[in-house]
């Protein structure tokens, strides 16, 4: 059993920064890919980018490549979404979801068996 807490939302200007955090529970954060999600209201839940097990390798969503970067310190149990030029759009809740073993190139919800509770993250304009 793995249990997922994000921090670190809140409201951040058009073209600012926001780093978030998500801590896991466990003696085996290692072993689990981690993925990042968000869901707008009135909208379904949106892949946004994954960290794999092991080395640590990242994929992402066309929507954020290049502005978004997921990395990860098995140390201390933690992922990390470092989100820069923040757009309108990005407003959603965030959350955090594992999967152990599991492969960066899964998008789909169902694929991940651990689910944060989510962290807000609005942008103004």
């Known amino acids: 059993q793995v249990q997922l807490v994000e921090s670190g939302g809140g409201l951040v200007q058009a073209g600012g920064s926001l780093r978030l955090s998500c801590e896991a529970s466990?003696?085996?954060?290692?072993?689990?890919?981690m993925a990042w999600f968000r869901q707008a209201p009135g909208q379904e839940r949106e892949f946004v980018g994954a960290?794999?097990?092991?080395?640590?390798?990242?994929y992402y969503a066309d929507s954020v490549k290049g502005r978004f970067t997921i990395s990860r310190d098995n140390a201390k149990n933690t992922v990390y979404l470092q989100m820069s030029s923040l757009k309108p759009e990005d407003t959603a809740v965030y959350t955090c979801?594992?999967?152990?073993?599991?492969?960066?190139?899964?998008?789909?919800?169902?694929?991940?068996?651990?689910w944060g509770q989510g962290t807000q993250v609005t942008v103004s304009s």
């Open positions: 960290i794999s097990y092991g080395i640590g390798t990242t």
């Open positions: 466990g003696r085996t954060f290692s072993m689990y890919t």
């Open positions: 979801a594992a999967d152990r073993f599991g492969s960066i190139t899964a998008t789909r919800p169902i694929t991940y068996d651990y």
